[in-house]
């Protein structure tokens, strides 16, 4: 090889090696991994999370291309929530993302006080404790909040008036769910000024919710409505099915029940 040859060959080769070392980084560097954390399961939440793949795509992120997903599900299965969430953070996630109610939220929230937290709730987040202020969240959790726990009196309200002869109305609560108290609360006052007597059953596991519609059945109450839970969701079929099999007048929380109603 010529001398000039040499001296080309060698300037192309340092001219070069900063972009194969670069490119040995990138290809080395791992992309990032958001944990997605919901105390509800996949089949109830698909509609959701491809909303959120949409969403992250809007901004440039494409699952499996320059980011990743981990999926962790409790299945309304509140008390996995706090391991679920400690893995999650274990793996060194970039992001916390959390869906379905308060006790996914708070359950990231105990978890880490240095990954970022994005939630969505239907209660107020202030009360929950995952942030100082709505205009001011401070801390590493933001998200939304929807405020669905407020809004059981006013649901109860819309059934006397597609029932207006409703003279006792079901309430099927899940006592070990997010602000079940406060909700209980909130709706005896609402149903006392409506003048209805309002009837608690309460369930927290499948085998319950048909024990309830066994008592429902026996007291012939003239609707039925669903507290804000994400367990019912979880077991929407089931709910949708028994209401349908009874027939039973039946307010629900989300529209997707409605649907399977139909």
Request: net charge positive.
């Amino acid at each position: 090889m010529k001398r000039r040859e040499f001296i080309t060959l060698l300037g192309g080769a340092a001219a070069a090696w900063p972009l194969a070392v670069r490119a040995q980084q990138v290809a080395r560097s791992p992309i990032p991994s958001i944990g997605f954390l919901s105390s509800r399961a996949p089949n109830t939440e698909a509609h959701l999370v491809a909303a959120f793949l949409q969403g992250l795509k809007d901004q440039g992120y494409v699952e499996g291309r320059n980011v990743t997903v981990e999926y962790s599900w409790a299945e309304g299965r509140y008390e996995q929530l706090p391991a679920l969430a400690a893995d999650l953070v274990r793996r060194q996630v970039a992001v916390l993302v959390t869906a379905g109610g308060a006790q996914a939220a708070q359950a990231a929230k105990a978890a880490t006080a240095s990954i970022p937290i994005v939630f969505a709730t239907g209660d107020d987040p202030v009360k929950l404790g995952l942030v100082a202020s709505l205009n001011q969240p401070g801390g590493n959790a933001t998200g939304v909040a929807v405020f669905v726990t407020s809004l059981l009196p006013k649901r109860l309200q819309l059934l006397r008036e597609l029932i207006p002869t409703a003279s006792t109305i079901a309430l099927l609560m899940n006592p070990a769910g997010p602000a079940a108290d406060t909700q209980l609360v909130e709706v005896q006052g609402a149903a006392r000024t409506l003048g209805v007597r309002l009837d608690v059953v309460n369930s927290s596991t499948a085998a319950e919710i048909d024990q309830a519609f066994t008592v429902l059945v026996q007291r012939r109450p003239d609707a039925l409505m669903l507290g804000a839970d994400p367990f019912f969701q979880v077991r929407r079929d089931q709910l949708v099915a028994l209401a349908a099999r009874h027939a039973i007048p039946t307010m629900y929380e989300w529209r997707e029940s409605s649907m399977l109603a139909v």
